[in-house]
Structure formats: C-alpha cells, structure tokens
C-alpha cells in the first residue's frame, strides 16, 4: 500500500512538473524559430539549431550595459535590505514597551500596503530629490523590500538563545557589537535564503524600473523584453529570446541556491 501511494505520488508530481515545464519549453523552442515557423508551428521543434536571433538581439540592444545595471542594482539594493532588515529585527527583538509594539505594528501595515497604490507619490518624491532616472533612485525604492526581510529574520532570530546577548552585555558589549559579532554569524542561513527571494524579486520586477526609468543606458534587463513589443506587432522570435537572456541568469542563481533556501527556512522553524 505504502509503495502503491510512492508511485501514485510520483506520477502526480511528474504531471505537474510537466505541465509547468510547457512554457519554458515554448519559450526556449521558439528562441530557435523564425517568425513564420512560430506561426506555423509554436509547439513543435525547430527544423534545426539557429542561434540568429540571438546574435540579433546582442547586436541591435544594450545587453550588457542592461545586465550590468541590472547586477548594481540588484547587489546594493540585497546588501542594504538585509542589513536594514536584520538590524531592525534585533532591534525590536531585544527591544520593550509601547514603543516597539506600535513601530511592529507600523511595520505590518506597511507591509500590507499593495506597492502599485503607492507610485504616485514615489514618483513625485523621488522627482524632488532629483532620483528619477537614476539607479540610485531604484535602489531607494527597493529599499522598502526591507520590510519583508524583517518579517522573516525575526521569525529566525526568536529561535536564538537569548542566553547569548545577555552574556555579551555582561561581559561589556553594546548593541552593534553584538549584532556584528554574534548575530550576523548566526542568522547567516537566513540572510542567504531571504537574499535569494530579494535577488528573484528585484532581478524580475517590470512595473519599478518601467516607471522610474526612461533613458535607454539606464534601463533593466527586464525592461529590454519590452523592446520587442511595438505599437502595432510583436517581434515573438525576438521577444522569446530576450525572455530566455533574462531568465536564463535567475534559473541558474536559483539552482545554486536552493539548497541554502531549504536549510535557512527549516532551520529558522526548528526552536534550538
């Protein structure tokens, strides 16, 4: 019964994972296609291996000035959210009183708040501070993913024995001495899991970059799958394959990533 239930599962899962490879394999099938093979047939394979499209599209866009932008953003915005994020979590752990419950309870709110209902007013105060088609200025904004790392590393962080802060500030320690020395070393498994769902978040995010950035050398990697799309007709080979250059990097990242995603998030629902 036991084996009969093994296989029934695998069959279950194997069907799934089968159903949700179909897009990808449409996308990368296509990259290899001219537009009248897509018409002809999108699901079918290609009548050989054709890397023009590729060669295209390195030739005609900024790939890598896009990659690059999208790499800088993508490394400052991660380092600061997790350093804000982590700070703010050992701050209102060790923290007591009204105060710590009512920035919580402001932390949760903020939380809550759909980030599309807020772009006007972003815009108009990244405007006054001159950030408006600027990377800097998407680094600021991503900056607010500070929020969600907070909620998850504070989670890991109830986990650690208090036992250890009270015994660094009795041997005379302060507060950013034991954050910096006992729990960043700690709460590494963490930092690295919510660094890769940042990383995933920031490196596929369209609507952000879209309307914060307008000249061409400053755009996203995302932003050149757009450049496809003209006002009339769509450039599918062209588009399949801009899609395929910005996923490919991410599949990878995760890949290698996994692994550290699994163990921070078991670990931080494991108490000792």
Same mark, same amino acid.
């Given at each position: 019964m036991k084996q009969l239930r093994s296989i029934v599962l695998s069959i279950v899962?194997?069907?799934?994972?089968? +159903?949700?490879a179909i897009p990808f394999y449409y996308i990368v099938v296509n990259t290899l296609k001219t537009q009248p093979e897509i018409s002809a047939s999108p699901l079918g394979l290609p009548s050989g291996l054709d890397f023009s499209n590729y060669s295209e599209v390195f030739a005609t866009l900024p790939i890598w000035q896009s990659f690059l932008n999208t790499l800088y953003v993508g490394v400052v915005s991660i380092t600061l959210?997790?350093?804000i994020g982590s700070m703010a979590a050992y701050g209102m752990l060790i923290g007591q009183g009204l105060l710590t419950r009512l920035i919580g309870v402001m932390c949760l709110i903020a939380f809550l708040v759909p980030g599309q209902t807020t772009l006007i007013p972003l815009y108009r105060m990244l405007s006054g501070?001159?950030?408006?088609?600027?990377?800097e200025g998407l680094v600021v904004l991503y900056m607010a993913g500070s +929020?969600?790392?907070y909620f998850l590393i504070i989670g890991y962080m109830r986990t650690l024995p208090i036992e250890l802060f009270e015994s660094a500030r009795i041997d005379g320690a302060g507060a950013f001495r034991i954050y910096w020395s006992i729990v960043l070393p700690l709460i590494r498994p963490i930092l690295v899991t919510v660094g890769v769902f940042q990383a995933m978040w920031v490196w596929n995010d369209f609507i952000t970059p879209n309307v914060f950035i307008n000249s061409p050398d400053k755009q996203t990697l995302v932003l050149q799958?757009?450049?496809a799309v003209g006002q009339f007709s769509t450039d599918w080979p062209a588009f399949m394959t801009l899609s395929v250059i910005v996923l490919a990097p991410l599949v990878v990242f995760f890949i290698a990533a996994q692994r550290h995603i699994v163990s921070g998030l078991v670990t931080g629902s494991v108490k000792g």
């Open positions: 899962m194997l069907t799934i994972a089968g +159903i949700v959210m997790l350093l501070m001159y950030l408006v088609d600027t990377l +929020i969600f790392c799958v757009y450049s």
